[in-house]
């Protein structure tokens, strides 16, 4: 009965199938730009004279403006709405790697690296409007099709930057090139049919009464222009023509009159203080804690890699990159695996991710403790899998426990704490080398084995509110 109900009130219209087919698109051509840059860009600063130092300092500018604007960009997405939102995010981007392909100087690059630093949550606006176009059964699904399409991008775009790099000024061309590329994913969500995708219900109180009745489908997900309709949180409020099927928008008044752009910034800025401050003070320490842990855990895998299988094995570094290049695309293709793993664990996701957190836990100690080169081989290949699985588990429940209306936020506060991650792991990495060349994953090994710990310890809390679904009582 609640099936058949929850399939009358959430219907799939074309626009919604289109929009969510278009964001793949705009996923694999994002990932597809910023790699043909990434590989390039400590050679070019290095080529501008600047010292190791200074190279370092500047490489890190850009992991501490996206370690601060993650959860702000994250939750404006929330209050404007995603379509405005991810063309802001889109447009500054392409003037950012614009600017990169003027840069001649240290101090254009630099300046290059600021709006990228601060705007480049493209991918994150695409997850927070998949998650509001989709149920809850279907999310995981979704999601790990958007992984599987942007990683397919990452693996693609270095091929084609080091081939524009082999003619001269390839640095400025695939700067240019990877700015069009971000200003033609601008036009696609521009032309995107926003005005078809379908309007459930409007208001607090009729959203909770209709996912009553939906159970965790999260059936009465109402979307304006991507985001959610909420009168608390935005500038302007969605009203529902019966007559156009689409969201129309009204004009907040406050004392009689129309708010004047001044008031309407403050409105938003004070709408997206409170859903920070929101998640700030929710229960989630431990999923965040958790994606910290094991952030740093996988990174540490890969840190010193190159240089492990050198010492350890005496690999060549093109065979060491074709083993890299193979775990990549596992890892790309795993995303389509995400959809039937979840349908055969019934949809217990803290189950799933317990069980893949594990996975990679015994995965990383093998790979340290390996005797073979065929044995980094086989680790590899699951471990690809694993992490795979293991990053769309956590992000649905970040979504699941925190709530849909801020799932922006929710997003962006994650892809900060990776960012800490990411500052972390290259100090850590350094220290455990200092012993051994299986320091850095050996102590992934211990970091894994806390985030299990946390999990066996919290997933029982999880279950006495709720968290678990509903399958098993049905």
Partial sequence: MNDHRCSASFQKPRGRTRIIQCIYVVGFMDLFGVSMIIPLLSHHVKALGASPTVAGIVGATYGILQLFSSTIVGSWSDVVGRQYSLLTCLLLSALGYGLLGMSTSIALFVLARIPVGLFKHSLSICRALLSDLVSESERPLVMGHFNAASSVGFILGP????????????????????????????????????????????????????????????????????????????????????????????????????????????????????????????????????????????????????????????????????????????????????????????????????????????????????PSVSQVLLTSTFFAISTTIGRTCITDLELHRGGVQASGTLIGAGQSVTAVGRVLAPLLSGLAQE????????????????????????????????????SRTD
């Fill in 159 to 370: 091929v084609v930057g080091g081939y524009l790099t082999e003619h001269e000024g390839g640095f400025y061309t695939s700067s240019f090139t990877c700015a069009i590329i971000f200003l033609a994913n601008a036009g696609l969500v521009w032309m995107l049919p926003w005005s078809e995708t379908l309007i459930h219900l409007n208001g607090n109180d009729s959203r909770n009464n209709a996912s009553k009745g939906c159970h965790d489908n999260n059936c009465s997900k109402s979307v304006c222009n991507g985001s959610h309709a909420n009168s608390h949180g935005r500038a302007s409020a969605p009203e529902t023509d019966p007559d156009a099927g689409a969201p129309q928008t009204r004009p907040v008044v406050l004392g009689g009159r129309k708010a004047s752009p001044l008031q309407r910034a403050w409105r938003q800025l004070s709408s997206v203080g409170s859903k920070i401050h929101m998640v700030a003070s929710s229960d989630m320490w431990d999923l965040f804690l958790m994606r910290l842990l094991m952030a740093l855990a996988i990174m540490l895998y890969h840190s010193n890699f190159s240089l492990a299988m050198e010492e350890r094995f005496s690999l060549k570094p093109k065979v060491t990159g074709y083993l890299i290049s193979y775990s990549s695309t596992l890892g790309a293709l795993a995303g389509f695996l995400v959809g039937p793993v979840t349908q055969l664990y019934g949809n217990n996701m803290p189950a799933l991710l317990l069980h893949s957190t594990v996975l990679t836990c015994s995965l990383i100690f093998l790979y340290a403790a390996a």
């Fill in 435 to 470: 012993f051994s060349p299986c320091g850095p994953p050996s102590l992934g090994v211990i970091l894994a084995l806390a985030a299990v710990g946390l999990m066996l310890i919290r997933i029982p809390k999880w279950d006495r509110k709720g968290m678990t679904k509903e």
